[in-house]
């Protein structure tokens, strides 16, 4: 069994990975190893039994993934069998599905935590010194926040939950003005630091960016300049520094859209969670009707991508996926559409104590469209 699930393409193994499975498979597998762009996930909660060629074939494959900047992770699995397989060799092992989630498209918590405490600058707010992956700029400026310094709330005007000081030293700062680091010379834009090389006095750590993606990247930068070039202020070194305002965080999540679609070749690929993230930041800083009507409505085509894909997405996005789904349905006077995706959404994630903030919104949201619809027949 195997699907793609953000950006692993993940094999479940089903209890015993022998001999006679791998002669049996051996041909499909290696198609896979030498022809797709992902790195490979085994799923192996339900494995009881691998013998040694079997184990050795997964060892040289992950030897010849590691040539091409790409590698295999596992997941799950018994006592004695993740011991026989970290033993020979070390495979990068998450003890939970959830774990394995969390590495689909959020920094991992143990590189944040470092990041954090290296950083400069305040309470809450840091700062980060960067290099472009691309042009090797090494002055890019990327930011940080410490979320235990920080709680989300929802307010009226706006689809994303916004971050509010949680303690009284903390910066009280537009984040999402700062979210994406812009490299200047080329206009790499990414809200993942770590897609960059971060520089501390005490070490680097480099990017996590394949080196097919920084191709790709690099092949389309004439795109990537000419839009920024419709903004003439662009052109100044100080212009995406702080204090960023209203057009400067406009085209922050406009490059950052672009780069998003630059990243592979293939559209199948591309982050529609992403997409839809920096169209909502669009609508926030956009400064016409027009413009925010548009945003929205390329967040709606990206989310209905998105749904149909829903494998490529760990349960977190799922859950904030379904909840901008609603609410930008509800944008646009789709109370019907936005109905039927609530009750599938509270069919879906009811039961999962993690999606009670998201849900609660959009519950609240339909229910004060059905109440001004109400009103409205009287």
Not at 155 to 164: D, G, H, M, S
Not at 337 to 352: I, K, P, S, T, W
Request: some cysteine.
């Amino acid at each position: 069994m195997k699907q793609v699930r953000g950006p692993y393409m993940c094999y479940s193994v089903e209890k015993d990975f022998l001999t006679a499975h791998l002669i049996e498979q051996r041909t499909k597998l290696m198609e896979d190893v030498n022809n797709h762009e992902h790195d490979i996930a085994l799923d192996i909660r339900k494995l009881h039994n691998i013998d040694g060629l079997a184990l050795r074939f997964l060892v040289n494959t992950e030897e010849l993934l590691d040539q091409k900047g790409h590698h295999i992770v596992l997941v799950g699995g018994e006592p004695d069998i993740v011991t026989k397989l970290l033993t020979a060799h070390n495979f990068k092992h998450f003890a939970t599905m959830a774990d394995f989630e969390l590495e689909f498209h959020e920094i991992n918590p143990g590189l944040l935590k470092s990041i954090l405490k290296l950083a400069q600058g305040g309470v809450g707010f840091k700062m980060l010194q960067l290099e472009c992956p691309l042009c090797k700029f090494n002055e890019v400026t990327g930011f940080v926040i410490d979320e235990s310094c920080y709680q989300v709330q929802w307010t009226p005007r706006e689809i994303i939950p916004v971050w509010f000081p949680a303690k009284p030293d903390a910066e009280n700062i537009d984040y999402s003005a700062y979210r994406v680091a812009i490299c200047p010379e080329c206009f790499f834009a990414s809200t993942r630091p770590d897609y960059f090389s971060i520089h501390f006095p005490e070490g680097d750590i480099k990017t996590i960016l394949k080196p097919e993606q920084i191709t790709n990247l690099a092949i389309n930068g004439s795109a990537r300049k000419a839009l920024a070039n419709e903004v003439r202020e662009s052109s100044r070194a100080s212009f995406f520094q702080p204090p960023r305002d209203r057009q400067s965080a406009y085209l922050s999540w406009k490059l950052h859209e672009l780069c998003q679609k630059q990243l592979s070749t293939d559209r199948h690929f591309i982050d529609a969670f992403e997409i839809v993230l920096a169209n909502f930041m669009m609508c926030k800083y956009a400064t016409t009707e027009r413009l925010v009507g548009d945003h929205l409505h390329t967040a709606l085509a990206w989310l209905n991508n998105l749904m149909q894909n829903q494998t490529h997405y760990s349960t977190n996005r799922l859950i904030q996926a379904h909840t901008y789904y609603i609410s930008v349905l509800l944008a646009l006077d789709k109370l019907g559409e936005a109905q039927r995706g609530l009750a599938d959404f509270q069919n879906q994630y009811r039961d999962v104590p993690e999606a009670d903030f998201w849900l609660g919104r959009v519950e609240a949201l339909v229910n004060d469209a059905l109440e001004d619809l109400e009103k409205a027949q009287k």
